[in-house]
């Protein structure tokens, strides 16, 4: 009984955190980006991060990955969901395009994951767990809409959150089937490392590496680095591991949500009856996927 309760207080606890803190990420991307374009910021994001969980994993002794296709696997899930990801989404944020905007659109991830779980991993998606993901889309609608600005100088924007989505979905997916029980400091190294690479080499490509070491970039890199790469991707890892794909996808339903709050905690901005709601209908689509 003291093992079950535990494992519900895990289950309980663990999205809620992650939720939490990858929420943060819109706050640090907002407060760095004046002062680094999206590729510059998230290279030095990554790099760092990737030194960081090496010195974790050589005082640990964590095992590291022996076979080439481990490294290989570990690779492709990290361009997928770290640096695709993250890339589309600050590139987004960068050109000026609301948040809400992109919010929405990565909120069709769940429904994405629950459509490709089936065929690609055998999972089950059953007739409530749909009305779940149907309840929480339409509760991020509720959340973001009163934010919702287009532009149609944004196409570009609005076209790297859809790479972002899918890189986000292809890559739980991948590291589901391929990469769900890699050590998460050890394989964490690879993921980071590889898009670190990466974004450095499209950086020197296609936009100025420049960067504007000020006090605010500095805190905001810093968080990136170890609260977000680091906290919430490890947490990312293990909800991976233990939990089916379309459960762990419900809850980035959470992601704006939790945005959301932290803007209306640290920057003020206002919360009304309309996102309230959403708030609980998007909670409840969560809570109906992931009922056991």
């Not at 093992?3 to 895990?10: E, L």
Request: glycine residues 8%.
């Amino acid at each position: 009984m003291n093992t079950m309760a535990k494992s519900s207080r895990w289950h309980l606890m663990m999205p809620l955190i992650f939720v939490t803190l990858y929420g943060s990420g819109f706050v640090g991307a907002k407060l760095g980006l004046p002062y680094a374009a999206p590729l510059p910021f998230l290279a030095w994001r990554f790099v760092i991060a990737a030194g960081l969980l090496t010195l974790i994993a050589l005082f640990l002794n964590a095992p590291w990955p022996q076979k080439a296709r481990e490294v290989t696997h570990l690779a492709v899930a990290g361009l997928l969901t770290t640096a695709t990801f993250s890339a589309g989404t600050f590139i987004t944020i960068y050109l000026g395009v609301s948040p809400a905007i992109s919010a929405l659109i990565i909120a069709l991830q769940p429904i994405l994951v629950a459509l490709g779980a089936g065929p690609i991993l055998g999972e089950k998606i059953t007739l409530r767990k749909y009305g779940g993901f149907l309840l929480g889309l339409i509760g991020v609608v509720l959340v973001v809409s009163h934010k919702v600005t287009f532009n149609h100088a944004h196409v570009v924007g609005v076209l790297s959150s859809v790479i972002a989505l899918f890189g986000l979905t292809a890559g739980n997916l991948y590291q589901k089937r391929f990469c769900s029980e890699m050590n998460i400091f050890t394989g964490g190294v690879v993921q980071v490392l590889i898009a670190g690479i990466a974004m450095f080499v499209l950086g020197f490509i296609f936009e100025s590496m420049h960067v504007q070491w000020t006090g605010q970039f500095i805190f905001a890199l810093t968080w990136m680095t170890v609260v977000v790469s680091i906290g919430a991707l490890s947490i990312l890892y293990l909800l991976i591991r233990h939990q089916e794909a379309n459960q762990v996808a419900s809850i980035f339903y959470l992601v704006p949500v939790s945005a959301t709050i932290l803007s209306f905690l640290l920057f003020k901005d206002t919360i009304d009856l309309i996102a309230i709601i959403g708030i609980i209908i998007t909670a409840f689509g969560v809570v109906l996927v992931n009922k056991r």
